[in-house]
């Protein structure tokens, strides 16, 4: 048993939440805190006074309440799969306690009346999907990391993912909240009426907040009803802006579009070496266009050289290309990940400009949600501790008119280029905001809002 050095008072804190949560459920054997202490990408990490793994939210409410007065600052934790950092504590500053959701395991029934379900943080993305799909339902947040990603950590995140362009970001489901404030005060607002014009729209101030104004313990979803049939195909394309014509043709009439995921040729080159897939078209393209919509077929022009998948399996193979593309870089090292919102026209003149800041022998594949204008840039080869290279490739896309973070939100990776993209007036609000909710600073401090 060993804990990271800190204060008597952090001490005697940890000791009472002990007695709250259980022994077995505060981790401070330094081996497995460090487990919790790394982010996916590997590129963020430092060290935490241990983990604790509440089992309601009376017991969060307790810690939140402790640590508050103890001033033991806190980084709520769903399944550590950020890639900005913002789930795991920073190399400097006082070691914080890691509080993690996955313990928060509430699941319950399918609302068929309402079309929705409410759910606890701890619970995955594919679980929930499975839970409801039993139902008759379907929920609209998908993404790769489905199997690990929790809601609670989706919601404060504000997840994205491969549906957005047919259900919208995570803040379009979540219709009620459950979270305690630093002060360890619950607020629940679970009923998720369709009409509550009663003041300010907590929920929402939540959703997006990154750990920073509370922890999230609970939320009720919306639901939507699946589409049935779907298509899925593979086609090539010269660049962004034809694929962006070839999405608005290839929906037949009537139908819906369900994802329209752009990879480009290093990106399919590269998944290909590290998966061992097959070429999937009969020539390279500089882009392949990745299309799933409702109904039995796709609108593709007859010189098209494309895959249209006839059968479940085939299916699921051509979306291998698009949901292995971050696995296949990090298997190449520690790896840059950078996700940008981008206006459509100009796709092709960023991912251009942010190739052209990588080192000649950088790896640098550019992939992403289409229709949504958000591009994942990933490049290995480079120290992970560069910078200025993120940098430089956040102001390409200032200077383009986009924002530095469309999915991953801000974290501590990209805090102090906040200002790249929200006004003095819009930060100066949120730190008003963030005071106003935790006035000693414990919720995650440094992720989101620069430390002053």
Partial sequence: MSIETTTPGHLECLDRIAAVVGEPNLIVDRDLVAGYSVDWTRRFSGPAVAVVRPGSVAEVAAVLADCSAAGLPVIPQGGNTSMVGGSVPAPTGVPPLILSTLRLRRLDPVDDLAGAVTVGAGVTLAEVAD??????????????????????????????????????????????????????????????????????????LMVGSEGTLGVITAVRLRLHRPVGTTTVGLVGVPDMAAALDLVESAVPEGERLLAAEIIDAEGIRLVREVAGLQPPLEQEWPYLLLLEVSGDWLELPADSDAVVAMDTATAARLWEYR????????????????????????????????????????????????????????????????????????????????????????????????????????????????????????????????LS
């Fill in 323 to 450: 949901e292995r593309q971050p696995d296949a870089i990090s298997a190449l090292g520690v790896a840059h990940k950078l996700d940008i919102s981008v206006p459509l026209p100009r796709l092709d003149q960023v991912a251009t400009a942010a190739r052209s800041c990588a080192p000649g022998d950088a790896r640098v594949v550019v992939f992403g949600h289409l229709r949504d204008g958000n591009l994942h840039v990933e490049i290995a080869g480079v120290p992970a501790g560069d910078n200025e290279l993120d940098r430089a490739i956040f102001a390409i896309t200032a200077e383009a008119g986009g924002v530095l973070s469309a999915e991953h939100g801000v974290g501590r990776a990209k805090a102090q280029w906040l200002h790249l993209s929200r006004s003095a007036a819009e930060i100066d609000t949120m730190r008003e905001i963030k005071r106003a909710m935790d006035p000693a600073g414990v919720l995650n401090p440094g992720a989101l809002l620069p």
């Fill in 131 to 204: 839970h409801v799909r039993r139902a008759g339902w379907t929920y609209g947040v998908d993404l790769a990391a489905r199997d690990t990603a929790t809601i609670g950590g989706t919601c404060a995140t504000n997840a994205g993912g491969i549906r957005v362009c047919a259900y919208g970001m995570t803040r379009d489901q979540v219709i009620g909240a459950e979270f305690v404030r630093a002060d360890g005060s619950i607020i629940s607002r679970l009923d998720g009426l369709p009409k509550d014009n009663t003041g300010y729209h907590l929920t929402g």
